[in-house]
């Protein structure tokens, strides 16, 4: 079965540092993978998904993340965090071996201090 | 605003009522997802209705239960409620039933006394 891990439940950053949030998926093929945003009291935002190709994905909000095959890995990257980046983030994969629906990480708690 | 709604955003009731959580999708989407989000579960799949069928199902309950109508819209049905049924329950939508990215609606946050 598919299976998310998001290693750091907590980061915390300065404003203007460079962010990278860690997601190691557990799957035998290629997976669709996803990064969602959650502000306090909000949905979930995508952020960016990878479905094949480059491996290198932008996304909203100046995020990127980069799929690493041979790590089983899809980090997120910013360069710079604003303190309006201060949310939790969730890496998600999906499959159609197991019915198209998305599996979640348990997260990663950004803080931002200024 | 991902275009999802959910209704209402709040209820509050007490151990073994029924509820019923509203959704309606984004234009143009035709399948509807429900997740459960909970401090010791995280974000749990619940079921996927694609174009009124039932298409996946994840952990949930046999007190739990869900149907998309012929407009789209989908109804989670939660009854004899337990305290620890005290959740945030997303619905979300995408165009069609293949993987692909899900736009979540605010969310209802369910307490249960």
């Known amino acids: 079965a598919q299976s998310v891990t998001q290693p750091d439940i907590h980061i915390t950053v300065s404003e203007g540092a460079s962010l990278e949030l860690r997601c190691n998926y557990s799957y035998g093929a290629t997976p669709y993978l996803f990064w969602y945003v959650q502000s306090p009291g909000q949905g979930l935002q995508l952020l960016l998904k990878y479905f094949s190709g480059d491996t290198l994905v932008q996304g909203i909000k100046g995020f990127e993340a980069e799929f690493k095959r041979s790590q089983s890995s899809f980090n997120l990257r910013k360069p710079s965090v604003h303190w309006s980046d201060a949310a939790e983030y969730f890496c998600a994969v999906g499959a159609k071996e197991y019915g198209n629906k998305l599996v979640f990480g348990a997260g990663t708690i950004l803080r931002v201090k200024s | 605003d991902s275009g999802v709604t959910q209704t209402p955003k709040h209820l509050i009731t007490a151990t073994g009522q029924r509820v019923t959580l509203r959704c309606s999708p984004r234009?143009?989407?035709?399948?509807v997802y429900w997740y459960q989000q909970s401090l010791d579960q995280g974000l749990q799949f619940l079921i996927q209705?694609?174009?009124?069928?039932?298409?996946a199902k994840g952990n949930i309950l046999e007190r739990f239960s869900a149907q998309q109508f012929p407009d789209l819209h989908s109804e989670l049905n939660l009854s004899s409620l337990e305290l620890g049924d005290s959740a945030l329950y997303f619905c979300?939508?995408?165009?069609?039933?293949?993987?692909?990215?899900?736009?979540f609606g605010p969310g209802t946050r369910l307490t249960v006394l």
């Open positions: 979300a939508s995408s165009v069609d039933s293949r993987v692909n990215e899900q736009f």
């Open positions: 234009s143009g989407d035709l399948s």
């Open positions: 209705y694609y174009n009124g069928e039932e298409r």
